[in-house]
């Protein structure tokens, strides 16, 4: 639905988004008339104490208001109900009974002052009920006006007011002309600094440099490119992933043809050291999550986790020269000995340096595997975020490496730093002097499982006995060339729906393109889609058939836009075109199609509750390649299944198992099902 208009600028919400909260607030109205009314009907002839003729008043008036408000909200919740979310014709009448709503709040706060003055009136003597039944009405008036301020502060839309936004019906929308060309850069321009500023509030409580400056920039720019081609409202964009959510669960139980039963049987691909590669997986997985220090202790232990490290942490506390970044009470390093189960003695280095690029990571030796493990942290600061977040392209340059290709820049630069330290500050060469006979092994979890492979890249040259284990890692991360060369050396681990393994421009382009079509052609009001929506997200059930546009057309039809669907869509981003056209010679896309790491092993729920709270939960694994990855899916799991306590109990079950079940899981595996 295109946003809604009033006072001459556009607004973050549309004509259809007050029936819930009108219905609410209808409901607080006619307690609250009810009340009232009762209220003076009973002391309609005890107002003759001091100040009892002001209160008669004030009550009557506030019963003639009250009125008038509930009427207008009925009218308000009744338009609003009609149409659909790309047909708001049956709706063009509310912003005038918005007009007429929001006049009403003037008397309402003249009528809430004259009663905070009577409440506050020493010398009014009435009856008690009286007083506290003001006292009451005074308060919810303030509590309904606060929240209705509160509530167009989280509508106000700051490029609302740029007309050039929607280009009027009398103007080209040529991209190629002078006159739009210019318009669509002053907007462009306009909304890159919105973003900017709201980048930099959130951001307020870190120190900001030059490094921080440019990221704050180069986000901005991509939020732009984003959410600057469709005329979508937040609660658009909920309807759409509801809709998708039960498509989606409609698609996964139909029967499946033969034909795709075969091409994804699991004898295509190869499981005889799967097993095998579940037990390292499942190993290491507890190096990538001890790098995430007392964090992810205290969230696995939330009742003895405390005690643990008082009474241990301040033992065995390593020198300044062997520790980097703060670790007050040494709660990082205590949490990283209990959950690896090492000796002080086994690490060779620990960093809990983070800025922007600069990510904590720690070198051990793990003797029970002879391996030197480097385990770098997943995001868990801001300055995390915004190195996930500058997500342009940058080349990534190796010497006797044949295909170069594409990398996540700000996953790159972090890749970069850690070499740094490592080859530079000597702490790989301080290891193998330790354990020369050991083996080099990477690690790492979400943005650390990111960083680990390009590490991983870099020193696969000098290291060519290196393994890297990429636990979740983001999907948008290696070009198809440098993906097929990590093949090799990398294991990706990847859970269930997780979401972050499906990120990338690309795949959240199709997302948007999915949710501009099924929300442009469904049939049903916003409100039904919303309500049915969260009773399936909540207590289950069959998915809703919602009727759309789209039945009953044929296939070749389903390739056009419907014309509710071009409404919604204002003009393509750089990104948006790259899914569907060629980029030029020597001219890249700003966004490419960037994949996971190395070999894929992707972890599922064996017949499991579609809910979040499931127990007895068994998991089956196989092979899988980057084109399962290829497209967003919506659960109530897409995020829990990512966490890396949720990682780390699928495989180690999964490496509990005798090799022989985990083949006849394998058989029964359905990837319709992921």
């Known amino acids: 639905m295109p946003g809604l208009v009033l006072f001459g600028r556009r607004w973050a919400i549309g004509s259809d988004d007050f029936v819930l909260p009108g219905a609410f607030e209808l409901f607080v109205r006619l307690v609250w008339w009810i009340g009232i009314f009762v209220l003076y009907t009973v002391h309609k002839g005890q107002f003759n104490c001091p100040g009892g003729g002001l209160l008669h008043s004030y009550l009557l008036g506030l019963i003639i208001l009250l009125a008038s408000i509930i009427c207008a909200l009925c009218a308000l919740v009744y338009v609003s109900m009609q149409g659909t979310i790309s047909n708001p014709g049956p709706r063009k009448s509310l912003p005038k009974i918005l007009y007429t709503r929001l006049l009403l709040y003037f008397p309402e706060f003249i009528w809430a002052v004259v009663g905070a003055v009577w409440v506050s009136d020493n010398s009014v003597q009435c009856e008690k009920t009286v007083v506290n039944g003001v006292i009451g009405t005074v308060i919810a008036s303030w509590i309904i006006i606060i929240f209705t301020i509160i509530g167009v502060v989280i509508v106000f839309d700051p490029l609302g007011g740029k007309k050039t936004f929607y280009l009027p019906e009398g103007v080209s929308r040529n991209l190629e002309s002078s006159h739009s060309g210019q318009l669509l850069y002053n907007v462009k321009s306009s909304a890159t600094r919105v973003w900017e500023k709201r980048i930099r509030l959130l951001c307020c409580c870190i120190v900001q440099d030059d490094d921080h400056r440019v990221a704050f920039t180069s986000i901005a720019e991509l939020f732009r490119s984003y959410f600057s081609d469709t005329d979508l409202v937040p609660s658009d964009i909920a309807a759409g992933l509801i809709l998708l959510h039960q498509e989606q669960d409609k698609m996964e139980s139909c029967p499946k043809e033969p034909e795709e039963v075969l091409c994804h049987s699991p004898s295509s691909l190869v499981t005889d050291d799967l097993d095998v590669e579940l037990e390292n997986a499942a190993h290491y997985m507890l190096f990538a999550a001890a790098a995430y220090g007392w964090p992810y202790y205290v969230y696995t232990n939330p009742y003895t986790a405390l005690c643990k490290l008082n009474g241990d942490c301040c033992r065995n506390r390593p020198t300044d020269s062997e520790i980097m970044g703060s670790d007050r009470h040494n ?70 490496v044949l295909e170069n290709g594409f990398v996540h820049k700000g996953i790159t630069q972090a890749a970069n730093y850690i070499y740094g330290k490592l080859i530079n500050d000597g702490i790989l060469n301080q290891a193998f002097t330790i354990a020369p ?20 890249i870099m020193l696969r040259n000098s290291f060519p006995t290196l393994r890297c284990f990429a636990f979740s890692p983001p999907g948008g991360l290696l070009s198809k060339s440098l993906a097929d060369y990590t093949k090799n050396f990398i294991i990706s ?44 997200e909540v207590f289950g059930g069959d998915p809703d058939d919602f009727p759309t546009e789209l039945d009953g057309r044929n296939q070749d039809a389903l390739t056009q836009p419907l014309l509710a669907e071009e409404s919604l869509m204002v003009h393509r981003s750089p990104s948006y075109n790259a899914l569907e056209e060629e980029p030029r010679l020597n001219s890249p896309p700003q966004y490419p199609h960037l994949y996971l790491p190395g070999k894929i092993i992707h972890v599922v729920e064996e017949c499991s509750s579609k809910r979040l709270c499931s127990s007895d939960i068994k998991y089956t694994a196989r092979w899988s390649n980057e084109t399962v990855f290829s497209s967003i899916l919506i659960s109530p799991k897409m995020i829990t299944d990512h966490m890396p306590d949720v990682v780390l109990k699928a495989l180690s079950s999964l490496s509990q198992e005798h090799g022989s079940c985990l083949s006849c899981q394998t058989r029964e595996y359905n990837p319709s099902a992921v």
């Open 331 to 400: 709660f990082h390093f205590g949490s990283i000995l209990k959950i690896t189960g090492l000796q002080y003695r086994d690490f060779i280095h620990i960093s809990f340096h983070n800025k922007i690029y600069e990510i904590p990571f720690f070198v051990a030796l793990d003797h029970k595997k002879e391996a030197i493990v480097v385990a770098v942290r997943g995001t868990l600061s801001f300055e995390d975020i915004l190195t996930d977040l500058s997500a342009d392209c940058e080349d990534l340059t190796l010497e006797e």
């Open 437 to 456: 006979e050991y083996r080099l092994v990477i690690v790492g979890h979400s943005l650390g499982g990111g960083t680990a492979s390009i590490l991983a």
């Open 493 to 536: 681990v990847i859970v269930g729906k997780d979401l972050v393994a499906r990120l990338s421009m690309p795949n959240m382009e199709d997302l948007k393109r999915r949710i501009v079509r099924i929300v442009a052609n469904c049939n049903r009001p916003k409100y039904q889609i919303l309500l049915r929506g969260c009773w399936y």
